[in-house]
């Protein structure tokens, strides 16, 4: 197997994560090929196409990624150097980054630990006169609680983005996540429930943001390349009203999303399979929490992620905990079975941590998420057998 694979853990028999493809994406992939246009073109038009419907977004913008997606957003609604917005002190770096790169201030917010999401209560405690936005982030496949979210935010008029890269697949009020705020941001990396190798999508419901979404996407073109190659006056170059980036995903890629869509129904069916057998599997073990899926809430499980609890979590004892969680997670690598932490607080990377003074006590239950959450494989493939295999070594590595 090539290296990259080997570091990336693929090579042990249980893998954290597994991309589903078939036939049907080996064929969707050579029509690009066959054409000639392999640049952002007809393929992607239609991946937005099924992916707008499926999610039942008016509009969706395919991009390279979801960080790519979640610039486009914050630049489209404006954001200003000293500006602030709110994010979760437990979610992916990029969350922070794009605010960030903006030169803007992300004003980090704690989570709930019981469901790994941002607390609403808190965030508006940090809502000042220099808060413009609000960027909370479904994770792990678990809508955040946008309603109240998106309320609260209209009350101090606010913007939200909604971060929804582990999004695919959550519904709050059977309305899918990214349909709720003002722009909604999804990632097609290989460990989302569909994956077109990198990738992500842009829903609006709003016409304008659209537009300028698609023109920001393309170096501030007001005319895509497709239009002008297969149109009249090709010849000539269009008007450039934004200083854009190229944030175009290609063709390869869009094809490879539509064979995705295609499937992704039966991908999400799959998932909640596996989230079933866990949940049956390891209710036996008091010393970890389960995922949360609270009333109304319909979870898309990107990850199967858990909380190790084998006593009440807290800042004194959470370094001792937490390497009784590494030593957990080394004893199932060394039987072939893959496990990761959830993700990570950016309030403990060296970038925010120094440049902001953070101080873990700020952040008490993101501290908690990231140094005691524990994914389990989660994939389509996953068998019963897999499955009991995961929670017996479980078991064994609790007991040695
Ligand atoms: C919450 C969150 N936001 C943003 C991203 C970035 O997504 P991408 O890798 O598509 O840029 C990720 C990646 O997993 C994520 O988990």
Known sequence: MAPAAAEHGL????????????????????????SGWVVQGPFVAEF?????AFTGSPFAAATTSCTTALHLAVACLGLQPGDEVIVPAFTWVATANVVEHMGATPVFCDIDLRTFNIDVMQMQSVITARTVGVIPVHLFGLCAPIDAIV????RHGLWVVEDAACGFGATLGGRHAGTFGDIGCFSFHPRKAITTGEGGMVTTRSA????????????????????????HAGYLLPEYDHAGY?????????????????????L????????????????RFEWL?????????????QSYACLFSPERPSLENVERLHARRNQLMDRLEHRGIATRQGTHAPVLTGYYARKYGLRPEHFPSAILADRLSLSLPMYAQLTDSDL?????????????
């Open 289 to 301: 929490e389960r995922p949360a899926t609270p009333a109304g809430y319909g979870h898309g499980y």
């Open 48 to 52: 937005e196409r099924q992916f707008a």
């Open 151 to 154: 309320a609260a935010a209209a």
């Open 208 to 231: 304008e943001a659209d537009r300028l979404v698609r023109c920001l996407r393309d170096h501030g073109a007001s005319r895509t390349d497709l239009a002008r190659h297969t149109g």
């Open 11 to 34: 090579t042990l028999a249980i893998p954290i994560s597994k991309p589903y493809f078939g036939p049907e994406e080996r064929e969707a992939i050579l029509a690009p090929l066959e």
């Open 246 to 266: 190229n944030y175009r995903m290609t063709d390869l890629q869009g094809a490879l999303g539509c064979a995705q869509m295609n499937r992704a129904a039966w």
């Open 268 to 283: 999400l069916e799959q998932r909640r399979r596996v989230a079933c057998v866990y949940d049956q599997l390891l209710a």
């Open 388 to 400: 009991h295999q995961v929670c017996e070594a479980l078991g064994d590595a609790i007991d040695a």
